[in-house]
């Protein structure tokens, strides 16, 4: 499907994966091209999916437990791509301390054979 409401849902699933700390979820919504970013609040770039993947990996090892919200501030299709922008809310528990943080993120989508694969999540803190 190439409508927003697609990409909305594949952006549902990319924060679902991160909650529930799936990394066969995660690993199911990335691209796998040498090509797929990620920057996490506070570290550098992280380039292709071994990285992201071990970044993840790592986050969820040292998580007891997580909740994310999210609220869409934009979301646009361009050509084979989609581009959302958003706020989210994350509340973790790391070694037995709770720790919530606000960070603004924007997530790129890119449409392969019908399907909606992330190439780019960079999120950065909210200072308050």
């Not at 380039?47 to 969820?60: C, D, H, L, P």
């Not at 070694?95 to 790129?108: E, K």
Request: net charge neutral; proline share 2%; aromatic share 10%.
């Amino acid at each position: 499907m190439t409508t927003i409401a697609a990409a909305l849902a594949a952006n549902q699933a990319f924060y679902r994966a991160f909650e529930k700390k799936d990394i066969e979820a995660m690993r199911s919504i990335w691209s796998k091209g040498t090509g797929s970013l990620c920057v996490h609040p506070g570290s550098g770039v992280l380039r292709g999916w071994e990285a992201i993947e071990t970044s993840w990996q790592k986050i969820f090892r040292n998580t007891a437990y997580m909740e994310v919200e999210i609220d869409v501030i934009s979301s646009e299709i361009s050509g084979n791509l989609a581009y959302i922008v958003l706020t989210e809310t994350v509340l973790q528990i790391v070694n037995g301390r709770r720790v919530q943080a606000g960070t603004i993120a924007t997530n790129i989508f890119e449409l392969m054979a019908g399907e909606w694969f992330l190439i780019h999540h960079h999120g950065s803190p909210i200072l308050r």
